[in-house]
């Protein structure tokens, strides 16, 4: 369904980094949501009357749901643990565009019949188990459905890879629920030892990242290896160093979101700075290639970037 996406080489740091851009896909399925969402895509459900999924207000995942169910002609349902109250007023962003295409979001702190249950608890127990007819989606589309999408990613990497003669790349993409880390690193190091998955971890730390991993890939010889920066960032927060990078990688004539990127690329500036450092050192030769994976998710700067322009200017 979806045409190979181009990469472009910017200069970060004073050094090449390629960039493929996922973000191009498609309005409705941009970067790793169309890569995850390819199965339901490509594939009928018959007898499903509507979907059923989770998590944040202003997650990407909302909105790619919304018009995979618009699509597909079926109901969605995604139920929450809360909305604020600026999410509801708002014009823009995934919910509000979630919304447009027919969504029911539903706040679980509203449910009289909630009993203190988690979300994921709730959904199983009061919606799933009184109706067959819903298809359930696992919170950022973190499930085996995923596998199919991710892994035309990876044959796409290789392929450009094999094209430029690249003897060695790396691979970086941020993490939240870590499904599109590690289904390519499954198939890049099954197919392509020359290539490395890494990541960071940008909801949660890096053990339960890894706790991720596991549930969707046992072997631990498949998993990305994942960068920490000496400092913790709570998902979600504002920080003054994300509205700095966001706006150093405008720079490079490409918009990327405000949530998952600027970790990544501060990342990515570590793994480069340590290059500088080894350098100096002269105990390294030719480093590998790396190649940034944008996974989209720029309908949610309409409400990221007003927050950060109110809090830093």
């Not at 079926?74 to 509000?96: C, K, P, R, W």
């Not at 044959?155 to 094209?163: F, H, L, S, V």
């Not at 350098?279 to 998710?297: D, F, M, N, R």
Request: with cysteine; glycine share 8%; hydrophobic share 40%.
């Amino acid at each position: 369904m979806f045409a190979d996406t181009p990469i472009e080489s910017i200069v970060f740091n004073d050094q090449q980094v390629f960039v493929k851009r996922d973000d191009l896909l498609s309005e409705e399925f941009s970067g790793n949501k169309a890569r995850k969402f390819a199965y339901f895509l490509e594939n009928n459900f018959p007898g499903k009357t509507g979907l059923v999924g989770h998590g944040s207000p202003v997650a990407n995942s909302l909105y790619s749901m919304s018009a995979l169910a618009k699509l597909k002609g079926i109901s969605l349902d995604f139920y929450v643990d809360h909305i604020a109250e600026q999410v509801l007023q708002s014009t823009q962003g995934n919910y509000a565009a979630a919304i447009a295409n027919g969504a029911n979001v539903v706040d679980v702190s509203m449910c009289e019949d909630r009993q203190d249950l988690s979300v994921i608890d709730y959904i199983q127990q009061k919606v799933l188990s009184k109706n067959d007819k819903l298809l359930f989606v696992p919170e950022g589309g973190r499930c085996e459905y995923a596998r199919l999408g991710v892994h035309k990613l990876a044959q796409e990497i290789i392929d450009w890879a094999t094209k430029q003669s690249l003897p060695s790349l790396q691979v970086f993409l941020p993490s939240g629920t870590g499904t599109t880390a590690v289904f390519l690193s499954e198939y890049l190091n099954l197919h392509a030892n020359n290539i490395e998955v890494l990541t960071c971890a940008c909801v949660g730390g890096s053990e339960y990242l890894q706790q991720q991993f596991f549930e969707l890939v046992t072997d631990k010889n498949l998993h990305p290896t994942i960068i920490d920066l000496d400092k913790k960032y709570h998902f979600g927060k504002l920080y003054k160093p994300f509205y700095d990078m966001y706006n150093k990688l405008l720079a490079t004539g490409i918009e990327f979101e405000l949530l998952y990127d600027p970790l990544g690329w501060m990342c990515v500036e570590k793994i480069l700075q340590k290059r500088v450092n080894q350098t100096e050192k002269e105990i390294v030769g030719s480093a590998p290639a790396i190649l940034y994976i944008h996974q989209g998710g720029l309908l949610g700067n309409a409400t990221m970037l007003p927050r950060y322009k109110r809090k830093y200017g």
